[in-house]
């Protein structure tokens, strides 16, 4: 930061802590975030996989500081009586007091209850998966699957963060073989372990944060950044490119252009995953 | 019916097991299904600063049991009730996934007693008479539950680890131990496994140099002799862990200074 | 939150320093108890105990027919909860209880709740496999006056004593079905068994230096230390727990539970003989035909 | 280490009437009233607490407890009802909140009673304005869970007991423990502040909290700095067996003349305290003991 009359030497963390936008602002128009990313850099994000081995499928995501951990539950339940072969699948986001001081103890908050509702809304609308594959018995007993997932650590882009994990413990997961006993009790034989699921796509969510002032669109953005600005882009697209879901909130309008620029960038967000995807599985 | 979250069907129950051999807890050598000795505990790997959010924070694995413990403050109380010393609040939670059962989204009984027992057993430790109208919140939130009692005592060693993290004054650490009574032999960190065919348990809260025990807890039918060498047990396998958490605490200072 | 002033905070503990506590009792006494069994005619057994001028624990057992644990199918279940009454104390309206009621619970579930109580749980499985005995402990705290845990173990132990199940009758239908039925005459319904080595629990509290039991409500205000030690009749450890927020040293701690043994050993002893005196009075006066008069909330104490 | 433990007892009818006599205030036969229960209907008495005129102007009373006649004011006293203040009563309190310029004190009352910081003796003498150092070092003087003896000063609009420690007799309580009896039960007397035969320091509170303790070293009268900061200090006199086992005696004479619902003024306290040397200390808890010494502590203050 060049000596600038205006800002005597004080320390950065005090110009930060009065003027936040300023600080912000002189950032932008240097080409580069507090962080130290470009503009349209993603955070590093790493995938691991069955790290829980009392959840029958399971993954942990880190997206920068973000880190997500992914536990899928599978219990028998009766399906519905309107679609007799298919099982259920549960997503829920807990974004608990552990992982950051501003969310207080007690039931879910309403990002989180965004967040799942946003991801539930995907899986069972985009045909990510075929739940008739969740079927033991038909009409009788099918697989409930209970995906929770749990923010460790907040750091912005909460949903990012958590459709991933969601994705890579669904191809994580085994399930014991299952039949159903003629005293209709369900039996499991937790020595054969199977793979039912087949995802036919791979969601992937890429989500940006605009900025009115200094016209720009900024790629992942980090909790101080989402503070600063409530105006949020999330699109998900599955790895070939269709697109599946574009969430816009906020108050500010937002020009095409840069609509049309977020999407180049989340297909290359969503190229980008798929190998590393691919490359955990094997 | 939650409101706040996606729900599945009312009724969903865990398929019952096919064949459930009965695993032999001790072979003929006094070695265990991981092969440990009777007094071994399972390796520790501990890092602490994890949660970039928290002021202090704590993972910590030991066998395939993962605890993650946050603390943040002391900060402002929310309703101060002038007592002139400070607050410590803590919270336990298992993910629902961390157990072989299923558990449940609020905090049930247990929880909340195991959230009880955190308190007790490290505000011995913590110099809450420096801190007054102000509180100290310790999360915990146990990712694999791989035995409840040696989870607790991990949970009693991570937080307080995660408090010298913070930078709280504290008159000394608290480091955790369990055993299991498993016929009438005493097994040093129990795993799930071995807690199922377990007769009793016992929980033991240390501090080291000041040489007192913060809490105790025991269940089970035990002669008091035996009680007693197993509370001299658990106090070496705290002075053990109590090295494991200086030396993470003190690689967390020179790699946190460099 | 009840407040204690330095002066008192010091003179208590110095009282217990030279042995004679304000109310003049040594480290090691106990205040005088009055117990009633028997007062609750719908439960099938019911004990009041009240500790001094003031803790008044009622205890109520109630027995009912279960569904089998699938991983536990050939033994009963015991569950017990602890209610402490806003009429207790100022401190206990609303959701001030909670947390008190919770650890009482979890307390008890732990010394009553498995096999280390003493009781035969394979006694209380009907039919294996289907249906077997549950028995509900409830106890009620209607004062308090210190020293609750305590009393709730005593009156749990009798109100156990006091308790009747009825008898049942298997029938076997063949091809391994069988069926059962209830006979609800009173004569042959049956105690409990294994009632004899229930444990009681004895709360020593550390307060400067020495250790007291039977703590009065300013003495629980000035504890650094409490451990719970639940002994039952052949001094057998059935569970430790402790209490309050300070530290005990590992040596005082063996010899804390030394105390309670020996303490819990007589207890017991006492306990058991005026429940067995109680009983013999009932029979007496039942077999010469004189109406059984239960006082209940009308003694005059 | 025997515990006693006892059946209950059935309440024998006839002892129900034996206590009435007890009670009996000012001769006459004692006219005890429930709630609703006129109490006359001549005009000429006045009405005083405890009553109410119902339309035809009948005096009813609206307490459970004792009619009492002062010539032409009649009112009722409950027997039970927590402690109302009249001005110049002592009454023993305990500071529950600091709070700016005052202390709220639990005297066992309607609502908590306010001691000004204006209303106590300061250090450095009698006329000493109050300045914003003393509002600042206010738990230097009374923190929370202090126990102090106090008169009452005045009422406030609100019916909130105003009270004032000055005076050399009023100051923190120490050496000693506090016993809670019925605030009805403590007569009204000259002094309530009293130096018992066998040591023991004895502040009886109008409101039902007595204090017993040892009497504090050095003489309360002098205004030089120690003795001023003495009457704040926290920190007990060493106070040995002896005097321990009188302090546990004396209360435990006040538990049982509570028990038997006995008025109390220092007399009685005295008699039944040399009633009581007979048993030891911890056996005065007991009902049996605690009939016989209190039956003969009021048989000799009726022999007087």
């Known amino acids: 930061m060049n000596a600038d009359p205006v800002a005597p030497s004080f320390s950065f963390e005090i110009f930060e802590r009065i003027k936040p936008d300023e600080y912000f602002r002189r950032f932008i128009e240097e080409n580069v975030r507090p962080d130290g990313r470009s503009l349209h850099a993603f955070r590093p994000t790493s995938i691991r996989q069955g790290a829980i081995s009392t959840a029958n499928g399971s993954a942990m995501v880190r997206i920068g500081g973000t880190t997500v951990i992914c536990g899928i539950k599978a219990e028998v339940a009766e399906p519905r009586i309107d679609r007799p072969k298919d099982g259920y699948l549960v997503p829920n986001v807990e974004l608990a007091p552990i992982c950051s001081a501003n969310f207080r103890p007690g039931p879910p908050s309403e990002q989180a209850q965004i967040n799942a509702e946003t991801i539930n809304h995907v899986v069972e609308t985009c045909q990510i998966l075929d739940l008739s594959e969740l079927c033991i018995e038909e009409g009788k007993a099918v697989w409930t699957l209970y995906a929770d997932i749990v923010c460790i650590n907040y750091d912005g882009n909460i949903l990012d963060a958590s459709l991933l994990a969601l994705i890579c413990a669904l191809k994580d997961l085994s399930l014991p073989k299952a039949t159903v006993l003629p005293s209709s009790i369900v039996q499991a034989d937790s020595s054969e372990k199977t793979r039912p699921l087949q995802l036919r796509r791979l969601p992937v969510s890429s989500t940006f944060c605009v900025f009115s002032n200094p016209k720009v669109t900024l790629s992942d953005p980090n909790d101080s950044e989402e503070s600063l600005s409530k105006k949020i882009v999330s699109i998900i697209l599955d790895t070939e490119g269709t697109i599946l879901y574009v969430h816009k909130s906020g108050g500010s309008v937002c020009d095409p252009e840069m609509m049309k620029d977020c999407f180049t960038k989340a297909r290359a967000r969503a190229s980008m995953l798929k190998e590393l995807i691919e490359r955990v599985i094997v | 019916m939650d409101r706040k979250r996606v729900n599945g069907p009312e009724l969903s129950v865990v398929p019952v097991e096919e064949h459930t051999e009965e695993k032999q807890i001790l072979d003929s050598k006094e070695r265990r299904l991981d092969g440990r000795g009777i007094d071994d505990i399972r390796p520790i790997f501990m890092k602490s600063g994890l949660i970039s959010q928290a002021n202090g924070s704590t993972y910590m694995e030991f066998g395939n049991a993962k605890v993650v413990c946050a603390v943040y403050g002391p900060r402002q109380m929310k309703k101060p009730s002038f007592t002139g010393k400070g607050v410590l609040n803590c919270e336990i939670k298992f993910a629902t996934f961390s157990c072989k059962k299923r558990r449940a989204f609020q905090r049930d009984a247990q929880e909340k007693e195991f959230s009880q027992i955190l308190v007790q057993a490290l505000t011995p430790a913590v110099r809450l008479d420096l801190l007054p109208k102000s509180s100290i919140d310790v999360y915990v939130n146990v990712l694999e539950n791989d035995g409840t009692s040696s989870t607790l005592a991990a949970a009693i060693s991570a937080a307080s680890v995660a408090l010298a993290d913070a930078g709280i004054e504290m008159y000394d650490q608290v480091a955790a131990s369990s055993i299991a009574y498993v016929q009438n032999k005493i097994l040093m960190d129990p795993s799930a496994l071995e807690e199922e065919s377990e007769d009793g348990s016992l929980v033991v809260s240390y501090m080291p140099s000041l040489n007192e025990i913060t809490h105790i807890l025991q269940n089970g039918n035990t002669e008091s002799a035996i009680a007693n060498k197993a509370v001299e047990q658990c106090i070496d396998a705290c002075s053990k862990i109590y090295s494991v958490m200086s030396t993470v605490l003190l690689q967390s200072l020179d790699t946190s200074d460099k | 939150m009840p407040y204690l002033s330095q002066a008192e905070r010091d003179y208590i503990t110095e009282g217990v320093q030279s042995d004679l506590r304000a109310d003049g009792r040594g480290r090691l006494d106990y205040r005088a108890l009055v117990l009633e069994t028997g007062i609750i005619s719908q439960a099938n057994g019911s004990a009041r105990v009240r500790l001094g001028d003031g803790t008044d624990v009622l205890v109520g057992v109630k027995v009912e027919i279960d569904q089998v644990e699938p991983d536990a199918d050939n033994v009963g279940k015991v569950v017990c909860n602890v209610e402490c009454s806003p009429s207790a104390s100022q401190q206990f309206e609303g959701h001030g209880a909670d947390d008190l009621n919770n650890e009482l619970t979890q307390a008890l579930q732990r010394v009553l709740g498995g096999p280390q109580c003493g009781i035969n749980f394979e006694k209380l499985c009907i039919i294996k496999g289907q249906q077997c005995w549950i028995v509900y402990i409830d106890a009620m705290i209607l004062d308090y006056s210190g020293n609750v845990l305590d009393t709730i173990f005593m009156a749990t132990k009798a109100a156990l004593f006091n308790t009747r199940i009825p008898k049942t009758q298997i029938q076997d239908l063949g091809d391994g079905e069988f069926e059962f039925e209830v006979l609800d005459d009173v004569e042959d319904a049956e105690r409990l068994d294994g009632i004899e080595n229930i444990p009681i629990g004895v709360t020593l509290n550390k307060i400067g230096t020495g250790h007291i039991i039977d703590a009065s409500p300013l003495e629980e205000l000035c504890t650094e230390a409490k451990l719970t030690i639940a002994v039952n009749k052949d001094s057998q450890i059935c569970g430790i727990q402790k209490g309050a927020e300070g530290g005990i040293e590992p040596g005082l701690m063996s010899e804390m539970i030394q105390t309670a043994k020996r303490i819990g050993q007589s207890l017991i002893q006492q306990l058991d003989q005026k429940l067995q005196d109680e009983e013999q009075q009932v029979d007496e006066k039942r077999l010469n035909g004189e109406n059984i008069e239960k006082l209940g909330f009308f003694a005059m104490v | ?304």
């Open chain 4, 1 to 304: 280490m025997d515990v006693q433990i006892l059946s209950p007892e059935a309440p024998s009818k006839s002892n129900s009437h034996k206590n009435q006599n007890a009670m009996d205030v000012d001769g006459g036969d004692v006219q005890l009233v429930m709630p609703g229960e006129t109490i006359t209907s001549d005009l000429q008495f006045m009405r005083g607490h405890g009553t109410y005129l119902d339309s035809e102007s009948t005096v009813i009373s609206s307490v459970a407890g004792v009619v009492e006649r002062v010539n032409k004011l009649i009112s009722v006293r409950a027997l039970k009802a927590r402690y109302t203040g009249e001005i110049g009563d002592i009454v023993v309190g305990r500071i529950t909140e600091v709070a700016p310029k005052r202390w709220k004190v639990n005297v066992n009352g309607r609502q908590d009673a306010i001691l000004m910081l204006s209303a106590i003796s300061l250090p450095g003498g009698i006329q000493r304005r109050k300045n914003e150092e003393d509002e600042l070092q206010m738990r230097k003087f009374f923190a929370e869970g202090d126990m102090v003896a106090a008169e009452v000063q005045a009422f406030f609009v609100d019916g909130a007991i105003g009270l004032h420690t000055r005076g050399h007799q009023f100051s923190k309580l120490r050496n000693g423990s506090l016993v809670v009896v019925p605030s009805a039960l403590v007569q009204r007397c000259k002094s309530h502040f009293h130096l018992l035969p066998c040591g023991v320091h004895l502040v009886l509170g109008l409101n039902g909290y007595i204090w017993v303790s040892k009497p504090v070293i050095g003489n309360p009268e002098s205004t030089d700095e120690a003795d001023i900061e003495r009457t704040y200090s926290n920190k007990n006199d060493i106070i040995d067996d002896a005097e321990r086992e009188s302090i546990a005696r004396v209360c435990n004479c006040l538990r049982a003349l509570a028990r038997k619902f006995m008025h109390i003024n220092d007399t009685i306290i005295i008699y039944t305290y040399e009633a009581s040397l007979k048993y030891p200390v911890k056996d005065l808890l007991k009902k049996d003991v605690v009939d016989s010494i209190t039956s003969e502590a009021s048989h000799k203050l009726t022999m007087e």
